[in-house]
């Protein structure tokens, strides 16, 4: 355990199945946290909160449902009696990379209602929470997608740049509280994001990481541990991380 300050606390995770928020999930109660794990995916849950049970001695919950569906997402803030310290807002997708004028109006419809309105949903109704106790950590998962843009990305990067501007705000609102407002912005994490965004076509998705060293989720999941454990003064607002062979979302370099 190296960040005392993350024993006991109560950490929910959107997007718990998978991925980084899959990887949070494990590296947050190796730090003694207990958890609040939530996704759609209800066995998936199930088996994470089984292993982690079996090596922790920390305290694991789990809700499935889908972050587009606002009543669910004020079910679970509402039944849930600990208080929450920490919220990560990680569940999030892309869906397709076609052009703006080719797109598929359902792919956006399910980025916008996930990455910006499910992650708005549940900062609404924790922070109310937060605020009422004077105490919390609103911590999203951005992208290097919020940070610049590229062809094929004007949804999902639109999306993304909303999660940049809403973490601000939210900062903002919540000027004079002791709660802490973060956001993290990876480029290229090796997850099931690529098949996600090529619905299901694990040949396009594998060429996304192909002769190239990609971030992991235990990459991120150990870069939101650091926010998450710095001392109440400190607040890191945003960190832009690529893997090293990236350099900008169309600048990859590849060995061969
Ligand atoms: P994964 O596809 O591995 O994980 C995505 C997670 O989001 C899953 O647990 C999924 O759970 C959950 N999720 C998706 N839609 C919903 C929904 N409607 N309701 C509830 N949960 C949902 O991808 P990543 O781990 O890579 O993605 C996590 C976050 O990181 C996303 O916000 C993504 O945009 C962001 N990101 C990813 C990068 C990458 O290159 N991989 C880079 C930068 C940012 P379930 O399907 O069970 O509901
Ligand atoms: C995910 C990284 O470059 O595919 O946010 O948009 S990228």
Wanted: aromatic letters at 6%; hydrophobic letters at 40%.
């Amino acid at each position: 355990m190296a960040f005392h300050r993350l024993k006991d606390k109560w950490v929910l995770i959107t997007g718990a199945t998978s991925g980084i928020g899959k990887a949070c999930a494990f590296h947050f109660a190796e730090e003694g946290s207990n958890l609040i794990l939530t996704g759609r995916r209800k066995k998936r849950l199930d088996a994470i909160r089984d292993e982690i049970l079996q090596n922790q001695q920390v305290d694991v919950q789990i809700f499935s449902f889908d972050v587009r569906d606002r009543d669910a997402c004020k079910d679970c803030i509402n039944s849930i009696d600990q208080p929450i310290d920490i919220l990560i807002n990680n569940a999030g997708l892309a869906s397709g990379k076609d052009p703006v004028d080719q797109a598929d109006f359902e792919d956006w419809d399910k980025m916008i209602d996930t990455n910006i309105k499910g992650l708005l949903s549940m900062t609404r109704f924790v922070s109310e929470k937060m605020r009422k106790r004077n105490s919390g950590h609103i911590i999203n998962v951005g992208s290097i997608a919020g940070h610049e843009a590229y062809p094929g990305g004007s949804v999902y990067c639109g999306t993304k740049h909303a999660v940049k501007a809403i973490t601000q705000a939210t900062k903002m609102d919540l000027h004079g509280t002791n709660i802490r407002v973060s956001a993290v912005s990876p480029g290229l994490v090796d997850t099931e994001f690529s098949e996600v965004r090529f619905h299901g076509d694990r040949d396009a998705a594998e060429k996304v990481y192909t002769n190239m060293d990609p971030l992991t989720a235990d990459d991120i999941a150990e870069i939101i541990l650091f926010m998450a454990s710095r001392p109440p003064h400190v607040n890191i607002m945003d960190t832009v991380v690529l893997p090293t062979a990236q350099s900008s979302s169309t600048m990859v370099h590849r060995s061969s």
